[in-house]
């Protein structure tokens, strides 16, 4: 699984103590979101993609 969260940055946006499995769990729900951005490219015959995928 690649590292799509920056660990520091979380607290530059929650004001709450964070747990240390917190940056894993979000790269899990990105990594699923990047994944049926991309098939719903493929679907529409693009190679591409966008904002609206997500």
């Keep these: 699984m ?3 969260i920056i660990k520091s ?10 747990a240390a499995n917190l940056a894993e769990q979000l790269n899990k729900k990105i990594e699923e979101i990047l994944k049926k951005a991309e098939e719903r490219a ?5 190679t591409t993609i ?5």
């Design 42 to 46: 493929k679907a529409n015959h693009r």
């Design 9 to 18: 940055k979380i607290k530059d946006v929650v004001k709450l103590r964070v």
């Design 50 to 54: 966008l904002a609206q995928d997500i």
């Design 2 to 4: 690649a590292e799509l």
